[in-house]
């Protein structure tokens, strides 16, 4: 019943932007935080962002901290990842994720935190 669709990913060169869409359906999902994650090719999946319910708060990763920007419109069950100063580390399959079990903190971190995921899409950053 529940779906993420995803989309924005890319071909681009390092230094350039993106921003991926994960729209959820089958739901409302204001009162969820909401994730992205990245899988490169090779290596386990990884935490990029979160927005905690009802997107007052927001963190990241260390390593996209200050190029990313994570946000939502919970009018559209939309999630949203602003993605600038792109390098190749960036490439990688990103996923969106939906915690819709209960909540006790305003952050997760590891994909076994949610229940609902995005099919994924792909992100390349050229040299």
């Known amino acids: 019943q529940v779906q993420l669709a995803e989309s924005g990913g890319g071909l681009v060169q390092a230094g350039g932007s993106l921003r991926l869409s994960c729209a959820a359906s089958g739901g409302t999902f204001s009162s969820y935080a909401m994730g992205w994650f990245r899988q490169a090719l090779g290596k386990e999946r990884e935490f990029v962002a979160v927005i905690s319910r009802y997107g007052g708060s927001t963190d990241y990763a260390a390593s996209v901290k200050g190029r990313f920007t994570i946000s939502r419109d919970n009018a559209k069950n939309t999630v949203y990842l602003q993605m600038n100063s792109l390098r190749p580390e960036d490439t990688a399959v990103y996923y969106c994720?939906?915690?819709?079990?209960?909540?006790?903190?305003?952050?997760?971190?590891?994909?076994?935190?949610?229940?609902?995921w995005g099919q994924g899409t792909q992100v390349t950053v050229s040299s």
């Open positions: 994720a939906v915690r819709g079990t209960p909540h006790y903190s305003d952050f997760y971190y590891y994909p076994n935190e949610y229940n609902y």
